[in-house]
Nanobody
Framework: QVQLEESGGGLVQPGGSLRLSCTAS????????MGWFRQAPGKERDFVAA????????YHADSVKGRFTISRDSAKRTVYLQMSSLQPEDTAVYYC????????????????WGQGTQVTVSS
């Protein structure tokens, strides 16, 4: 199983920015794609963004499109989430995901999860 290590969460004021990082480790890299989900207290874990490793195709949820950007460093097996214009509604635990399938908008095809990193947007 792939192990995912996340970092970059924290407290930021509305309108601010954060950059999350997630590095995959293991003998082999088996993720068809890597991405990000988020979960606020009492709510479901929702899709944020994903990026395929085969061809670099990017997917972003409508709620973050234009504000968040997913990227990768293939050599380092690392995926990033650059978050700008953060709003209180973005407050959640953000989870890195390694996909075993090709449908990226739900959790069903996630093979491995990161431990989660807290992002809090508050004035």
């Amino acid at each position: 199983q792939v192990q995912l290590e996340e970092s970059g969460g924290g407290l930021v004021q509305p309108g601010g920015s954060l950059r999350l990082s997630c590095t995959a480790s293991g003998r082999t890299f088996t993720c068809s794609a890597m991405g990000w989900f988020r979960q606020a207290p009492g709510k479901e874990r929702d899709f944020v963004a994903a990026m395929t490793w085969y061809d670099g195709t990017k997917y972003h949820a409508d709620s973050v499109k234009g504000r968040f950007t997913i990227s990768r460093d293939s050599a380092k097996r690392t995926v990033y989430l650059q978050m700008s214009s953060l709003q209180p509604e973005d407050t959640a635990v953000y989870y890195c995901a390694c996909y075993s399938g090709s449908y990226y908008y739900v959790t069903d095809y996630v093979g491995s999860w990161g431990q989660g990193t807290q992002v809090t947007v508050s004035s």
